[in-house]
Antibody, heavy 116, light 106 residues
Framework: QVQLVESGGGLVKPGGSLRLSCAAS????????MSWIRQAPGKGLEWLSY????????YYADSVQGRFTISRDNAENSLYLQMNSLRAEDTAVYYC?????????WGQGTLVTVSS | EIVLTQSPGTLSLSPGERATLSCRAS???????LAWYQQKPGQGPRLLIY???SRATGIPDRFSGSGSGTDFTLTISRLEPDDFAVYYC????????FGGGTKVEI
């Protein structure tokens, strides 16, 4: 069955960096667009970025453009999110999800806390 | 950016009752590019409805979606205990945005 498992979250100081990973299994990873979506504590959902199956097409939300970088390794069935210049408002659970515009499969999420 | 406003914020109902959730867009959502998700505590969201009215794979027929333009509705015909959760609408017409959610509670 499809599984998406995020890792790499934790506590980081403002201005710091963190790299999130998402391990995919149960489907042909290199056939699908993948996305990152986050949810601040007690808040709603915010799409952040998606990447095409080959990695050649990438889009970001304005809120993270220039600070976050999405990438993938199809040989490792893995998706990544490099997050730089982190701010308090980036505190959230970060989900990876399968798809570009709609997401039929989601991981359980990894918590990122930005605090001094 | 298309802003989605969901109402009510919280819906208090009992099992067996009908739930009607609203999602209003700040501008017309072209070609019914509107989806609904269910989220339970500690879990990622689950896709219920896409294209405003098409059920995703494995979704029971007690869930139905309707609407067009700026007004969309998710209806749960008879609530089961497993349906008490938070529901989000999402548009995928212009960029990708979510509504603020409606909590369906007992």
């Amino acid at each position: 069955q499809v599984q998406l498992v995020e890792s790499g979250g934790g506590l980081v100081k403002p201005g710091g960096s963190l790299r999130l990973s998402c391990a995919a299994s149960g489907f042909l990873f290199n056939d699908y667009y993948m996305s990152w979506i986050r949810q601040a504590p007690g808040k709603g959902l915010e799409w952040l970025s998606y990447i095409s199956s080959s990695g050649t097409t990438i889009y970001y939300a304005d809120s993270v453009q220039g600070r976050f970088t999405i990438s993938r390794d199809n040989a490792e069935n893995s998706l990544y999110l490099q997050m730089n210049s982190l701010r308090a408002e980036d505190t959230a659970v970060y989900y990876c999800a399968r798809g570009q515009l709609l997401w039929g499969y989601w991981g359980q999420g990894t918590l990122v806390t930005v605090s001094s | 950016e298309i802003v989605l406003t969901q109402s009510p914020g919280t819906l208090s109902l009992s099992p067996g009752e009908r739930a009607t959730l609203s999602c209003r867009a700040s501008q017309s959502v072209r070609s019914t590019y509107l989806a609904w998700y269910q989220q339970k505590p500690g879990q990622g969201p689950r896709l219920l409805i896409y294209g405003a009215s098409s059920r995703a794979t494995g979704i029971p027929d007690r869930f139905s979606g309707s609407g067009s333009g700026t007004d969309f509705t998710l209806t749960i015909s008879r609530l089961e205990p497993d349906d008490f959760a938070v529901y989000y609408c999402q548009q995928y017409d212009i960029s990708l945005t979510f509504g603020g959610g409606t909590k369906v509670e007992i």
